[in-house]
């Protein structure tokens, strides 16, 4: 009895399944679901992922016990969580490359009868993923950053074989094979279950110390440091992706894994980008969106751009012009997107001044003034003042309009209660 049988399920087999059933379960999944083969259905990538997981932990001995006893739960607390992503698995599990076309036997016709499938080398180690945050003036401009990792390499000393040559035996307690079948009381029924062979600790052969090797103790890969230099192209956008083949871990007989390196572009505090095109937001006060004048906006090349406004043009608040060419280069191409600016007016402060005269003289050089409602002729009307609204009432100002007559108390869409009859 299995504690949960949600991977199972996404192969479409029992839990008491072979490993023969389980690889022939994920095979058909695999190839009904591949992206490649379903471009026009977004859902089958989620699919794949979802097959490939499952398969990667079912057809891992040690792994299957864990998820039988403990489920999800139990691989998330240390078990045995993650490892190599879907493409990957795909591809060790036919041979490497892709199943659905090429050279090499690969496609439909060597998988089912088209002269059969042919091995193309080792397995591969998985990729190691890392984000690289970059600021939008490197995005701008290009950049190489040198960045620093930490991999498993092949020891130098050993040539991977963990000791001497010939002192490398085949672990007698499970045959090679890393684990070993218990079996259990309980009850009236004898369970038998796999574990890792505590001899030689899942590896499935067996060093004595003193034939260890010296540098990596028998491990057979030390860590080393690797400085990559990672280029940054102009114009590159979040998610990019930039691969390092075969720099990523090694193990004896397995091709080395892949570092690859996905782009994050850095908040800016002046500029937004949508696709190639920049946004800036400038603040002017009312003369010149009236007169006219010079606004300068820093780029991100230390450039400053001096951006005229003419006279009479009138930029009224929330207005929005275009400076062609200046937004960000597009990727591997010479043009380049525009700036839009959206212009913020900033209205003098109250009392500005106390001249009648320069009230005078402004209503003479406006446009004249419109009265939007004029009241009947025989209409009684009442003289009243304007207040400035207390700051803690100002949302309740705003939203006066979204009132309904009926709310009670004045608050905007109020929910009225029914009290429940005694």
């Known amino acids: 009895m299995v504690k949960e049988s949600k991977f199972y399920d996404i192969l479409g087999i029992a839990p008491t399944a072979t490993e023969a059933e389980l690889k022939k379960a994920y095979k058909i999944g695999a190839l009904k679901h591949h992206p490649d083969k379903n471009k026009n259905n977004p859902g089958a990538s989620d699919k794949f992922k979802d097959l490939s997981h499952a398969y990667e932990v079912l057809s891992d001995p040690q792994k299957r016990q864990i998820y039988d006893q403990y489920g999800e739960e139990g691989l998330e607390g240390g078990g045995g969580a993650g490892g190599m992503n879907a493409e990957d698995l795909f591809s060790q599990f036919f041979g490497g490359g892709s199943a659905f076309g090429g050279g090499g036997g690969g496609g439909f016709g060597g998988m089912f009868g088209g002269g059969g499938m042919q091995s193309r080398g080792p397995p591969k180690a998985r990729t190691i993923h890392h984000v ?4 939008l003036e490197d995005i701008y401009r290009g950049k190489v950053s040198k960045l620093a990792l930490q991999k498993s390499v092949i020891c130098s000393s050993c040539k991977g ?27 009236p029924m004898i369970q038998r279950f796999q574990t890792v062979c505590p001899d030689c600790n899942g590896e499935g052969e067996t060093i004595r110390e003193k034939d260890k090797c010296k540098v990596c103790s028998g491990k057979k890969t030390i860590v080393e440091r690797k400085v990559l230099h990672v280029h940054v192209d102009r114009g590159v956008r979040t998610g990019h992706k930039i691969e390092f083949r075969g720099e990523g871990d090694q193990t004896p007989g397995v091709q080395p894994g892949d570092v690859v390196f996905e782009i994050e572009q850095k908040p800016h505090p002046r500029f937004q980008r949508k696709d190639d095109d920049l946004f800036y937001h400038a603040e002017i006060d009312l003369v010149t969106a009236l007169a006219g004048g010079t606004i300068y906006v820093e780029h ?11 006279p009479g043009e009138v930029i009224s608040p929330g207005t929005a012009k275009m400076v062609r060419g200046q937004g960000m280069p597009s990727y591997r191409h010479h043009d380049f997107g525009n700036l839009y600016v959206q212009f913020d007016v900033k209205f ?8 009648p005269a320069a009230f005078e003289a402004l209503k003479s050089i406006l446009p004249p003034s419109k009265t939007i409602v004029t009241p009947p002729a025989d209409t009684m009307t009442e003289t009243v003042d304007f207040e400035d609204v207390d700051p803690s009432q100002q949302a309740r100002a ?11 108390d004045g608050h905007p869409g109020g929910e009225r209660v029914q009290c429940a009859s005694q």
């Open 132 to 135: 690289h945050k970059v600021s």
């Open 161 to 187: 074989r963990g000791g001497k040559d010939g002192a490398v035996k085949k672990c007698a307690g499970c045959d090679g094979q890393g684990m070993k079948t218990m079996m259990r009381q309980m009850g």
């Open 300 to 310: 991100l090349d230390d450039r400053w751009l001096s951006i005229e406004i003419l």
């Open 348 to 355: 003098p402060e109250k009392n500005f001044t106390e001249d």
């Open 398 to 408: 705003q939203g006066a309009a979204g009132m309904d007559d009926d709310d009670e």
